[in-house]
């Protein structure tokens, strides 16, 4: 008798799992590749709002290898549920940055919805 | 015997040259990431004028200049883009990324240049007995640039883009903003990794 609350409980537990085993989510904000993974240090990243309610984001990436390097990278805005938002200019940019030192790479949202953003740094060579 | 050879090695470079060809051959495919498209030395390609509207449309917003209309959303007109390139271009390429990126952020309203649209909304002010002309709070105007230059066979490319954003009330100003895109090499490259 005492089993049963503890055998619900492990069920509803079970319930659940199954219903989230479908949707793979991940709070990986910033994604890299190539040398970046290992020699792209992501020194800052400030969310501001710009012209009231327009989600700004400014990353600061820095090149710790010893020669100067480019990357290519990519804003992507999402709004409170998670749900891309469609952007006329989004798409890749290339940025060159020198041995040793760091650019800011910036994205502003066009649609106030926007609530997160995903960033993606990739090599570009 | 030297007659079977050269033969023989006629048919080998004709394989060889065949394969070559065919190895050479790229099926048609859709291109959906930038990084993949052409990116051609002394031409603005589709990926710049994404990049050039991008630039100016982070400096427009973080001016505050569109904050400045007393209405919300206030009327705007895209009036001139001159072409100042050598190239033949449609200066809508970039117009209409920012037309519709400024009607996404909701500050901004842009006038339609739909001859039957303006005809019955004339209509419906005539009915409702207002004369007065709908006239934009802010204008859109703009240029864009081309300038070239070379050492050796190396050859540069920059494309500059300028835009104002004018308030009619007062003819001035209200904001000016320019983007760049430079491109460098001795041939077009298939993709960004050149």
Same mark, same amino acid.
């Given at each position: 008798m005492k089993t049963t609350p503890r055998l619900l409980t492990v069920l509803a537990v079970l319930m659940l799992c199954g219903c989230y085993a479908n949707t793979v989510t991940s709070n990986q904000r910033i994604r890299k590749d190539g040398w970046l993974s290992t020699h792209a240090n992501i020194r800052v990243v400030r969310e501001t709002a710009v012209s009231d309610d327009l989600l700004r984001i400014d990353v600061e990436v820095e090149n710790t290898l010893p020669f100067d390097t480019r990357f290519d990278y990519k804003f992507e805005f999402l709004d409170a549920e998670g749900r891309m938002l469609f952007g006329p200019t989004t798409g890749f940019r290339q940025e060159q940055v020198p041995a040793g030192a760091f650019v800011t790479i910036t994205a502003t949202a066009t649609d106030p919805r926007a609530a997160d953003f995903r960033l993606t740094?990739?090599?570009a060579d | 015997m030297n007659h079977v050879l050269s033969s023989s090695s006629l048919v080998i470079a004709l394989a060889i040259g065949a394969f070559g060809g065919v190895g050479c051959q790229q099926n048609a495919r859709v291109v959906t990431d930038d990084r993949d498209k052409i990116v051609s030395i002394d031409q603005i390609d589709v990926q710049d004028w994404s990049n050039a509207a991008d630039q100016v449309l982070q400096q427009l917003f973080a001016s505050g200049a569109l904050d400045t209309a007393p209405v919300k959303p206030a009327r705007v007109e895209v009036t001139r883009v001159i072409n100042d390139t050598t190239q033949r271009i449609d200066t809508d390429l970039l117009t209409q990324k920012i037309k519709i990126a400024l009607q996404q952020s909701g500050k901004v309203a842009f006038a339609s240049s739909d001859a039957r649209a303006n005809e019955v909304a004339d /209509?419906? =002010? !005539?009915?409702? $007995? =207002? =004369?007065?002309?709908? #006239?934009? /709070? !802010?204008? *859109?105007? $703009?240029? *864009? #640039?081309? *300038?070239?230059?070379?050492? $050796?066979s190396t050859k540069q490319s920059s494309f500059v883009f300028q835009l104002n954003l004018v308030n009619t009330a007062q003819s001035l100003d209200a904001w000016s903003g320019e983007a760049e895109v430079t491109k460098q090499g001795t041939r077009n490259a298939k993709n960004s990794k050149g």
């Open positions: 740094l990739t090599n | /209509y419906e =002010d !005539f009915k409702a $007995g =207002d =004369d007065a002309p709908r #006239l934009p /709070y !802010f204008v *859109i105007n $703009g240029k *864009i #640039l081309e *300038i070239r230059t070379s050492a $050796g």
